[in-house]
């Protein structure tokens, strides 16, 4: 088998994309472009990766980490020279070299495969990954002779309107030989209307020094879109959203409106999950089997046991276990550990807090910074009170304890194990074991107190 490098393109700063991030790291379902085509590229067995950094190649380097070799492209003069930025890793070596951008974030393994495979069959020397474009606006045009070769590759804004009436295009994903790519790129020139030194020219010049040139032309136009400007990028999620939830889809998980359900590329969901419209999954979640999942509901960053239901709420970077029950209009907030059979209701906010098995907080409540045993009951409208206005202090709940409603529990503070709190009481001393604590004025009632105002007033 053939030795294959791989080049990944991402110096350019993405001027289209009006933004202060570096467009090769615009994300596509919450991971950044240049890591889907990493990811892909991963796929193949390469022998080495080069990345070409240079718009915030440090940012660059820290999102790819150990995952690929780079090189520093100072200038952005164009695709060709960011090639020839690889040349001291790269040249000399026998093999072929794939060319991939990084803002082509839908390509995929097998593509490229299909692209070596045809590159090697017909011993050529450069192969360009084709595609036929409805809206080709933008691409280079695959411009071929007429023994229906590929000639050259002419830039759009290079192009006569003849050539712009071509809709077969150039999806910046190529096949070189090694040896060969470095020596054309030394014949690159700058002369067109952009000033830069054009990858696809290595083709002209392979084909006029008599070497093979072919085209490869896969049918999914999708797999190469080119993302550059904000449009495409929305266009690139949708394509690669529903990339997405096919797969979940066919591993079993049940997605009510594909359209209106966003998955992020590394949430992992188990077989017979239901996932109701609405629902945002991201990060690095994972979700049991048997769960019912949204409408409407933010998860990010969590791992979530098997038959557990979250219906409207918002849960972020927590742990959650199996058959908990957790909304409607609830926020676990990060730092959370929600064991198993615990019930979160309607109004109630977490945050930073551990629940014991089969404990609930059902209506109304605010637990933040809390340690709460097994088979608690937090009464509704009940809360922690855990910050003085400087520091934030611990409450701890022991196991089987029942805190009547609207009760506040002024931190820090222990309620022992068993323990009772009277409704409307405000705790600020430790409760003792199997104790009821009750705190809170006693009530006194002013006989026929509502006759004597009104006798006063006539
Ligand atoms: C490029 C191709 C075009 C093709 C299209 C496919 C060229 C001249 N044109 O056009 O034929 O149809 O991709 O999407 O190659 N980059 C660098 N250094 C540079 C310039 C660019 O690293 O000096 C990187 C960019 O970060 C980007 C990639 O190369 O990831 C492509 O550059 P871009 O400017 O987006 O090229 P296109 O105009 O899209
Ligand atoms: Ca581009």
Do not use: W
Not at 25 to 47: A, F, N, R, W
Not at 269 to 291: E, F, H, N, Q, R
Not at 349 to 374: P, Q, R, T
């Amino acid at each position: 088998m053939t030795n294959i490098y791989a080049v990944i393109l991402a110096a350019g700063q993405g001027t289209r994309m009006k933004s202060k991030l570096y467009k090769v790291l615009h994300p596509v379902c919450g991971k950044p472009m240049v890591e889907h085509v990493i990811d892909q590229i991963s796929g193949l067995h390469t022998e080495q990766i080069v990345t070409i950094v240079g718009h915030g190649a440090d940012k660059v380097k820290a999102q790819l980490g150990e995952r690929s070799a780079y090189a520093l492209q100072e200038e952005q003069l164009g695709t060709a020279h960011a090639v020839i930025q690889a040349e001291p890793m790269l040249a000399g070596k026998e093999g072929c070299t794939l060319v991939v951008c990084g803002d082509t974030p839908l390509i995929q393994t097998s593509t490229m495969e299909a692209l070596v495979k045809h590159h090697v069959e017909t011993g050529a020397k450069a192969t360009i990954l084709t595609a036929l474009a409805e809206k080709p606006d933008g691409y280079g045009r695959i411009i071929r002779g007429a023994d229906a070769s590929v000639s050259r590759i002419v830039e759009h804004k290079d192009a006569t309107d003849e050539e712009r009436a071509i809709n077969e295009i150039n999806t910046g994903t190529y096949c070189f030989d090694n040896k060969a790519l470095f020596d054309a790129l030394k014949n690159v020139s700058n002369e067109n209307v952009q000033g830069e030194y054009y990858l696809p020219d290595v083709i002209e010049i392979l084909k006029a020094a008599g070497e093979i040139v072919s085209a490869h032309q896969t049918d999914s136009f999708d797999e190469t879109l080119g993302v550059n400007d904000r449009v495409a990028l929305s266009e690139a999620e949708r394509i690669m959203r529903a990339r997405i939830n096919e797969q979940h889809m066919r591993a079993g998980v049940s997605i009510i409106d594909p359209l209106n359900t966003y998955i992020g590329s590394d949430v992992e969901v188990g077989a017979d999950t239901v996932i109701y419209p609405g629902t945002i999954l991201s990060g690095k979640t994972s979700i049991g089997i048997d769960c019912v999942i949204g409408p409407n509901t933010e998860v990010s960053d969590c791992a979530i046991g098997d038959r557990t239901v979250i219906r409207q709420s918002a849960t972020f970077n927590s742990e959650i276990g199996a058959d908990v029950n957790i909304g409607p209009f609830a926020h676990i907030r990060p730092e959370s550990f929600i064991h198993d059979e615990v019930k979160i209701g309607n109004f109630v906010e977490i945050k930073k807090a551990v629940f014991g098995k089969g404990s609930k907080a059902s209506h109304l409540s605010y637990i933040g910074d809390a340690e709460i045993g097994s088979d608690v009951n937090i009464g509704c409208g009940s809360i922690t009170v855990n910050y003085d206005g400087e520091n934030k202090f611990l409450t701890k709940i022991e196991d089987g304890v029942f805190i009547g409603c609207n009760s506040n529990l002024v931190a820090p503070v222990t309620v022992k194990k068993g323990a009772y709190v009277a409704a409307g009481s405000t705790i600020t001393n430790e409760v003792p074991e199997e104790a009821l604590a009750i705190a809170r004025a006693r009530q006194v009632n002013k006989e026929n107190y509502v006759q004597k105002i009104f006798s006063k007033n006539d």
